[in-house]
């Protein structure tokens, strides 16, 4: 009996032990406010996928993020943008005016596609999924927003066949130094899966804030906490030498521009 009554005093104390070190586990990010903040990984794994879901959390600065172009300030996409890529968007002319965007590029004409119009907002966390299949050109991406499937607007339709390229690489942040495309903000965490989400996953890993442990078919998923040869991450400027590792695909992911660290308890 007091072996017994041992043995479940240390499994309890062993319980108690994990649960607050997983309450002190402090997650990270990283900034991008200025042209040319980015981190490119050379990567094969999201290339070509038929179909793909792309999961993120962001907090915006600004919606009006990709300086004197009329599309979007990208989250993720390539640098040559051939391929696909998602971010904010704010330019009336060209979408809807405080969304997020989603392109698919082709032979003829480009796909882009958004969320609603004001269904996010600069200054707060927006947890977002989008997932496409590129089997049709007729099909849309669905959009979700904090969990929650929103309608999708078509601002062009593709037409001709799907490009992608595996030249070019991944970029997270700005996509070049001229200031386009810039993304003015916080990105707390992206991954992208090779199938289609469930709309029941989405919501798992929205109320999970990103701890779903979700791992079939994810081929994307880069620590942004923490970077080489650094002891503090929160504050740090990110130069070349301060790699970030993708665990997924194998890919190092090299900072360029002026990337910040961030420390923040959003995702704890």
Known sequence: ???????????????????????????????????????????????????????????????????????????????????????????????????????????????????????????????????????????????????????????SAPTGSFTETNTANAIIGTINDGGYYTFDGIIRDIRIYNRILTAAEIAQIYSARGRDNIRNGLVFCPFLNGAAGLQVFDGATLAAGNTIVDPCSGAVGVPAGNPVGVGETYLR
């Open 1 to 155: 009996m007091k072996k017994e009554m041992v043995m479940w005093l240390i499994v309890a104390v062993l319980v108690v032990g994990l649960l607050l070190g997983t309450q002190k586990a402090e997650t990270m990010a990283i900034s991008f406010d200025t042209a040319g903040d980015r981190v490119e990984f050379d990567t094969d794994a999201i290339y070509n996928l038929t179909q793909k879901t792309i999961v993120g959390t962001i907090n915006a600065n600004g919606l009006d993020s990709f300086e004197n172009t009329a599309v979007a300030g990208f989250i993720i996409s390539f640098f040559n943008s051939s391929g696909y890529g998602v971010g904010v968007e704010d330019n009336a002319v060209y979408g809807n005016v405080n969304a997020l965007y989603f392109f698919q590029t082709t032979t003829v004409q480009t796909g882009a596609w958004t969320s609603p119009q004001n269904s996010i907002a600069a200054g707060g966390e927006i947890a977002f999924a989008i997932s496409y299949d590129k089997g049709s050109t007729s099909n849309d991406p669905i959009f979700y927003i904090n969990g929650a499937p929103v309608a999708t607007t078509e601002i």
